[in-house]
């Protein structure tokens, strides 16, 4: 069965400051993975997602993810984090063929001015 | 091209009573599911639908719980005789045919009193 490990629950950065938030799956195939965003009372927001091909995915917001298979992770990063980013950040692994994704129990964010 | 739609957003229920969720895809998705988000938790998976067909329903609960997906109108996720431990937010998600992006509602926050 497929899993997903978001090992930092909650994560504090000042503003402008790098962040790294990672996510580590167990899957027996090469997985699709997604990372979303969710801010208070809301929906969930596509960050990015990786499929296939370039392991470094772009996304939207200055946010960026690489694949890494010899490690099952898929860390988001953004070099220089904005105080609106502050919101909980859900790693999620998906099946070949459109199904249910898997999430990870998510990390929340907090930024500081 | 409007997003996933749900109504309500918010539905309180009293013990015992009947919830009804829905559920409205996106414009050309044929693919709908429902996930599942408890208080401090990530999102699980309940149930995968095609129009008229239930493809996976491994995380639906075995009772109480109910899901369709008719061929004209929204998707209904019903829950019936619902408990205090039903209170959660409960998100659809829908994906065009043979992909795997989902594209998430903003989700229906159900508190039973």
């Known amino acids: 069965a497929q899993s997903v490990t978001q090992p930092d629950i909650h994560i504090t950065v000042s503003e402008g400051a790098s962040l790294e938030l990672r996510c580590n799956y167990s899957y027996g195939a090469t997985p699709y993975l997604f990372w979303y965003v969710q801010s208070p009372g809301q929906g969930l927001q596509l960050l990015l997602k990786?499929?296939?091909?370039?392991?470094l995915v772009q996304g939207i917001k200055g946010f960026e993810a690489e694949f890494k298979r010899s490690q099952s992770s898929f860390n988001l990063r953004k070099p220089s984090v904005h105080w609106s980013d502050a919101a909980e950040y859900f790693c999620a692994v998906g099946y070949t063929n459109a199904g249910k994704s898997t999430f990870g129990d998510g990390t929340t964010l907090t930024v500081k001015p | 091209n409007a997003g996933v739609m749900q109504n309500p957003r918010h539905l309180v229920r009293r013990r015992g009573q009947e919830a009804r969720l829905r559920c409205s895809p996106m414009k050309g998705h044929s693919h709908v599911y429902w996930y599942r988000q408890l208080p401090e938790e990530g999102l699980k998976f309940m149930v995968y639908l095609q129009k008229e067909n239930i493809i996976d329903e491994s995380g639906m609960p075995k009772e109480r719980f109910s899901a369709e997906f008719p061929k004209e109108g929204p998707s209904i996720l019903r829950i019936q005789q619902v408990v205090r431990g039903d209170s959660a937010a409960y998100f659809c998600?829908?994906?065009?045919?043979?992909?795997?992006?989902?594209?998430f509602g903003p989700g229906t926050r159900l508190l039973v009193l």
């Open positions: 998600a829908s994906s065009p045919q043979d992909q795997e992006t989902q594209y």
């Open positions: 990786y499929f296939s091909g370039d392991t």
